[in-house]
């Protein structure tokens, strides 16, 4: 991915990377909007989630869904993102996390490792070590390989995967974060 | 209040009713011929058949420049969707509120590559302000009226709606929009505290200027009035877009002309050295403001704006104020007296020295020709020979004329100037006189257009001697597409690649064959005769003008440069670092 960085604002700008919370009305199409601005505008998607969080009620058919999104770029540039995604029709709120104050975020990954050639060479005590120290679960597990599932900060997930890069063949599903305000304050 | 029964056909004219809609651009085809059913069993909405799908779209949005309201569009799935999709761009680049229905083939047949289908709400997407499939005959009306919501709230643009033919058939239950809430509520109320502070800084700037443009004239002819009466009460300096002429009367002397690359220099030099710009409802534009890091520098800015994703895109306003535009000039207005202000007339009469300094450069002068017509002149027999008309209403193809128009015409009223500016699409100005025509029946419609944009869209003259409308087009023929010739010249080292158009048609017989008149001027002693027969005669006219071919359209900030750099004249031309050429070459 590539800052796309608007020339005309100068590139002398600091990049800065922005979690955002985004509540769309549920309706086909709704992420073809934000994602078709994103692309048609040139700026960066980090990683994207979206899932419905309010069912529809009986009278107006309308669920919301909410998309937690990272992206980076100038300040003027995340402005621009957050105002055009406002003018979107079925946006009803978006947050910037990153600006209001702290925030938790988590992402989920499933991590395969396998051995190289056959089970003996999975070096079990030290893969579980690790998976120990990050809380990760075991779901899965055979002769030659083990999944597991963390869910973690983005951070402490790309942390995870570097451990256990050396001691197997990695194959990994991330979901991308999901992030939430500290405190009594919501969206 | 009503509920009743009816199908999702006649579901749509009681909507287009219900919104004020009397009358509607279209094309029939396969997918929307219920609506065509419904439409001949009706007497409220009429419709004008177009040739093109394309002529609609901006017929409407002349239809919709000219009087405010929302136009509106009906063509078929597939091709006629896609031959709506430029004019549909053009209405959200100038912000002009559509609503535009297409068919679609059958919910059925949906994703199956069926005759005449298109993914219209896909294709569109990016070139609405926000678009609908109906699926579920139970949320037409709503989705409709919510249509018209959207389409003229807000920042206004264009709305579609895709409505399968089986929708189109199905039978449901129609309410009237008073039943329905919408959740789409944009700001339209400025900050009074930003407003507040706004008046403060015009009451104590030495150089201030306002710069205003369409969002003016969208916010409708009492925001033009208040904008007019805050410029003279506080003897300011005003400048206008290309989208904004009109909003203050160019009459004025208060009114310095267009500014950008086109713009007067006495705009365009006031522009540079403002040390206030207070923006009314314009967006920084890169025509208006050329190489933005050189752009108005020494100036604070305050930008008004009712789509807050306008402000602090191009360039860093100081002051950024979200809402109507005209709401905002009412209430400074409200602050400027309350408070107690006095013209500035006085304390700005360095500044205004200045200006007369730069007025004094004449910069749309031009040499005169004899016999040959120059397009300038043309403009200006024009001009005077519709002096002291109320009723005229202007529209333009894109390119030189339209530069020219712009500089050479005055607009003293908003809605009486209709032009494709932020797409630049050829081929407007016709459909869009038709459109205009078709509300203002008595009014005097004129497109000023070339010879190569009226070729776009030729078709659509035989709308307008279909429903006897006596639009007048006013051909300023150069034989080439001037601002490309013009751009080829100055940065493409006078490489005329494919400008020049070797074989035109005979514009005179074309009229006459479409059903219309065709006139002909080629020399300066028949100008004058000719616009007056062009005036005169009844119905559609076409006045082939043969001008000077190589004119070229002054004055002129190239491409990256900066509005002190501006030229006056073709002898202007830089003969500065070839790297600067290549700079000015690789923009548009």
């Known amino acids: ?187 | 209040m009503s509920e009743r029964q009816m199908s999702g056909a006649e579901m749509v004219l009681a909507a287009l009713a219900d919104n004020g809609v009397e009358t509607i651009f279209g094309y029939p085809g396969g997918a929307v011929l219920p609506i065509y059913d419904a439409m001949f069993q009706q007497n409220q909405i009429r419709h004008v058949l177009v040739r093109q799908e394309g002529g609609a779209v901006h017929a409407a949005e002349g239809y919709a420049r000219s009087t405010g309201r929302v136009g509106c569009v009906l063509v078929t799935s597939g091709p006629g969707a896609t031959n709506a999709v430029t004019g549909l761009l053009d209405a959200q680049m100038d912000s002009i509120p559509l609503v535009c229905i297409t068919g679609q083939v059958p919910t059925h047949l949906i994703g199956n590559d069926a005759f005449q289908e298109a993914d219209t709400t896909g294709i569109t997407r990016p070139c609405t302000k926000h678009n609908y499939l109906v699926k579920d005959i139970a949320k037409l009306a709503e989705t409709l009226h919510e249509a018209f919501h959207v389409a003229r709230n807000g920042r206004p643009g264009p709305v579609l709606v895709d409505l399968p033919k089986d929708v189109q058939f199905a039978i449901g239950t129609y309410r009237t929009p008073d039943e329905f809430e919408f959740s789409y509520r944009p700001a339209f109320e400025p900050n009074m505290e930003a407003i507040e502070q706004a008046v403060a800084l015009i009451a104590k700037a030495e150089r201030p200027l306002f710069y205003t443009g369409g969002g003016v004239i969208n916010s409708g002819p009492e925001a033009a009035k208040t904008l007019t009466e805050l410029v003279r009460l506080t003897g300011i300096p005003c400048t206008s877009t290309l989208m904004g002429l009109g909003a203050f009367p160019a009459s004025d002397p208060a009114f310095l002309g267009m500014l950008g690359m086109h713009g007067t220099y006495e705009a365009n030099l006031a522009t540079h050295g403002c040390d206030l710009l207070v923006c009314v409802g314009a967006r920084f534009d890169d025509r208006v403001t050329g190489k933005v890091s050189a752009f108005s520098p020494g100036s604070k800015k305050i930008h008004i704006d009712i789509d807050a994703s306008s402000i602090n895109k191009n360039v860093r306003v100081d002051l950024p104020v979200v809402g109507d535009a005209g709401r905002a000039l009412t209430m400074m207005l409200q602050v400027w007296k309350e408070q107690g202000h006095k013209s500035r007339t006085e304390a700005l009469k360095p500044w205004w020295e200045q200006i007369e300094i730069w007025r004094a450069v004449d910069c749309l002068a031009y040499e005169k020709g004899d016999p040959v017509i120059k397009p300038q002149y043309a403009l200006e027999r024009l001009r005077d020979a519709l002096k002291g008309r109320d009723d005229v209403y202007i529209t333009t193809e894109v390119g030189q004329h339209q530069m020219w128009a712009a500089q050479f015409l005055p607009f003293d009223k908003p809605n009486r100037w209709m032009t494709s500016g932020g797409l630049g699409t050829m081929g407007y100005g016709l459909p869009a006189a038709v459109g205009v025509q078709m509300a203002h029946p008595e009014a005097m419609v004129i497109d000023v257009a070339g010879e190569a944009s009226i070729l776009m869209n030729i078709q659509e003259m035989s709308t307008a001697v279909q429903y006897r409308l006596p639009v007048k087009i006013f051909i300023l023929n150069n034989k080439w597409m001037g601002m490309v010739r013009q751009w080829q010249e100055l940065l493409h080292g006078g490489r005329f690649s494919e400008s020049y158009t070797a074989a035109l048609p005979d514009f005179v017989k074309l009229a006459e064959a479409f059903g219309g008149t065709g006139l002909r001027a080629t020399t300066v002693d028949e100008l004058d005769q000719a616009i007056a027969d062009m005036l005169e005669t009844p119905g559609p006219v076409i006045l082939d003008v043969a001008v000077d071919e190589t004119e070229m359209c002054f004055p002129m900030i190239p491409g990256g440069a900066a509005h002190n750099e501006i030229m006056l004249r073709r002898q202007d031309q830089t003969e500065s670092d070839p790297a600067a050429r290549e700079e000015g070459m690789v923009l548009v």
Not at chain 1, 14 to 20: M, Q, S, V, Y
Not at chain 1, 23 to 41: D, K, M, Q, S, T
Not at chain 1, 45 to 70: F, M
Request: net charge negative; hydrophobic share 40%.
């Open chain 1, 1 to 187: 991915m590539t800052d796309a960085g608007n020339p005309a604002i100068g590139n002398a700008e600091r990049i800065e990377r922005h979690t955002l919370a985004v509540l769309v009305v549920n309706e086909p199409g709704v992420l073809a909007r934000v994602i078709g601005l994103f692309a048609g505008r040139g700026y960066n998607i980090e990683s994207l989630t979206v899932a419905e969080v309010e069912r529809p009620d009986l009278t107006r058919g309308q669920g919301l869904s909410r998309i937690t999104l990272v992206t980076s770029g100038t300040r003027m540039i995340i402005d621009q993102i957050k105002t055009q995604l406002e003018r979107l029709v079925p946006i009803r709120r978006v947050r910037d996390l990153t600006e209001e104050g702290p925030f938790v975020g988590r992402e989920l990954a499933l991590v395969k490792i396998v051995g190289e050639s056959g089970a003996e060479n999975v070096r079990r005590g030290d893969v579980l070590r690790i998976a120990e120290g990050f809380g990760a679960r075991i779901i899965d597990s055979s002769e030659s390989s083990f999944v597991f599932e963390v869910t973690e900060s983005t951070e402490k997930v790309d942390q995870f995967l570097a451990m256990m890069a050396g001691l197997g063949r990695l194959e990994v599903a991330r979901t991308g974060i999901v992030a939430l305000s500290r405190g009594p304050e919501s969206i």
